[in-house]
């Protein structure tokens, strides 16, 4: 099974930015990020098909941007503008393998 590592998660300020990278053991084509928070049900945050087209949700939209290299078979979240509503634990997947990263937690303080 293709492995999935997440990394760059934290605590930020309102307003704050952040990256969540996604390091794959084999070769990534669809991906995706979702994220929980507590109490919720897994959301998607962020798509991107093999041939790059992209996918958001409105509360995410023009702050997120999701993007993959796959020269080194990582995907990426940029995150900006983050709000308190954006606190959450976020998983990578890879679509094609049906794998899942261990999740990262995120945590927007106000």
């Known amino acids: 099974q293709v492995q999935l590592v997440e990394s760059g998660g934290g605590l930020v300020e309102v307003g704050g930015s952040l990256t969540l990278s996604c390091a794959a053991s084999?070769?990534?084509?669809?991906v995706a990020w979702y994220r929980q928070a507590p109490g919720k049900q897994r959301e998607l945050v962020a798509a991107?098909?093999?041939?790059?087209?992209?996918n958001y949700p409105d509360s995410v939209k023009g702050r997120f941007t999701i993007f993959k290299d796959n020269a080194k078979n990582t995907m990426y979240l940029q995150m900006n503008n983050l709000k308190p509503e954006d606190t959450a634990v976020y998983y990578c997947?890879?679509?094609?393998?049906?794998?899942w990263g261990q999740g990262i937690q995120v945590t927007v303080s106000s």
């Open positions: 084999a070769s990534i084509f669809s």
């Open positions: 991107i098909t093999g041939s790059g087209s992209t």
């Open positions: 997947t890879e679509r094609h393998w049906g794998s």
